[in-house]
Structures are given as structure tokens and as C-alpha cells.
């Protein structure tokens, strides 16, 4: 079972995890803005560590489908 739900009313149909109304997309901005696990898992203590490092995966494999299609 993958941790991302996709539904057409939820978030836009953007990724979000375990189907909660949080998304890929918003964990990879805390991260970029600065903030570390700790403090999103603090900030949002339904996530896991797991979660976060599964929002990591999604972004670098879509990065390489990127590269992929592009070459």
C-alpha cells in the first residue's frame, strides 16, 4: 500500500499522505524554508519520520522521470 492518497476533491488531487489533507508538496516547503524533522514532526504530530523521508523519495523519484522524459 502506497503512503500517497490522490483524490480529485482533496488538496487539488495533489499527493497527500495517508490521506490526510497535508501533501507532499507542503512538506517538501517546510523542509525547504528551513525547518527541520523535529520540528515538523512537532508541529504536526500525526507525521512520522517515515513520512517525511517518503515526501524525500517521491520528490527524487519524480526528478528522475523528469530526467528521463527530457533526454
Known amino acids: 500500500m502506497s503512503i500517497f492518497t490522490l483524490e480529485s476533491g482533496k488538496r487539488g488531487g495533489k499527493p ?32 512520522t519520520q517515515e513520512d517525511i523521508l517518503a515526501c524525500l523519495s517521491y520528490a527524487a523519484q519524480r526528478e528522475q522521470q523528469i530526467l528521463i522524459v527530457e533526454t
Do not use: N
Open 16 to 47: 497527500c499522505i495517508r490521506g490526510m489533507r497535508i501533501t507532499v508538496y507542503d512538506v517538501l516547503s517546510y523542509l525547504a524554508s528551513g525547518m527541520t524533522y523535529q520540528e515538523i514532526l512537532e508541529d504536526f504530530p500525526y507525521l
